[in-house]
């Protein structure tokens, strides 16, 4: 429980504060200290955050990933961009996840399982970029030395999963993590308030959707999403991403047009 200031009766020495022996978590004070409309910084203004999907792109092998790659290199050796590659768990994350559910292991171990696919699929993706000095960055670096990096090479690797691990939210419905690669890839962008977030899908992930389309829209719709439904819902909230790009993966310059704001699906938060 908090407790209010009494000037007369301090132990010790406080910092003047409306959070003075108040805790963080009281909604009503942070509201009442005005700090709500206090605009974040934004760490890294020029970052680009492009999340490669698991399913729809590395799974799809050779044909739709080497031709994607070169893509990005072109894009990485132009200098014209800085870009964090994050990549997502596909039909293997399934498997396992399949084994843990019948297992009966929590949302937090499948979070962790689901994620070490996405780590691979992350090393893979650097490991066909390292010619040009990109590399796989776990989590931790991503968070505290992601400028290191990226001023060394104009582009790095991590994947999308969010570090919960065994803290994972309980799931409303069923077991299954609720934080996913998309989920994560708005909170990583949006922490960092970066310039542009772009999703690599293929045509099918793709197929119907008009070229500018709100994610109150999409939300209506049933069945599956080109994106996590809760990215969707967090883009509504978010502090500095206020859109998101769907690009057709398996169709050349299609990435490159949606990183420049050209082509593709956009995706507003209202």
């Given amino acids: 429980m908090s407790r209010a200031i009494d000037p007369e009766n301090r132990q010790g020495r406080d910092v003047e504060s409306a959070f003075v022996r108040q805790t963080l978590l009281d909604r009503d004070l942070v509201r009442a200290a005005g700090t709500d409309d206090v605009a974040p910084v934004r760490l890294l203004p020029w970052l680009e955050v492009v999340v490669l999907g698991g399913s729809t792109i590395v799974d799809r092998g050779r044909d739709v990933l080497v031709p994607l790659v070169d893509e990005l290199r072109e894009l990485i050796t132009s200098g014209d961009h800085r870009m964090l590659l994050l990549t997502g768990a596909g039909i293997r994350a399934r498997h396992v996840l399949g084994v843990g559910l019948d297992l009966g292991l929590p949302a937090g171990a499948l979070a962790g399982l689901a994620a070490t696919e996405a780590e691979q699929n992350g090393r893979l993706v650097a490991s066909l970029l390292a010619a040009e000095g990109v590399s ?96 969707l819902e967090l883009l509504g909230v978010a502090k500095h991403v206020r859109s998101m790009t769907l690009v057709d993966g398996t169709t050349p310059g299609a990435l490159t047009g949606g990183l420049a704001g050209r082509g593709g699906v956009t995706v507003t938060a209202v």
Avoid: C, I, M, W
Avoid at 194 to 218: F, H
């Fill in 136 to 231: 796989y960055l776990p989590h931790d670096t991503v968070a505290g030395q992601l400028p290191v990096h990226l001023a060394a090479a104009n582009a790095a690797v991590s994947n999308g999963y969010p570090p919960y691990g065994v803290h994972e939210f309980p799931a409303t419905t069923g077991r299954l993590p609720v934080h996913r690669t998309d989920t994560g890839a708005l909170l990583l962008a949006d922490a960092y308030g970066a310039a542009r977030l772009v999703y690599v899908r293929d045509a099918a992930s793709l197929a119907g959707l008009p070229e500018e389309v709100s994610a109150k829209e999409l939300l209506s719709r049933d069945g599956d999403l080109p994106v996590d439904r809760l990215a």
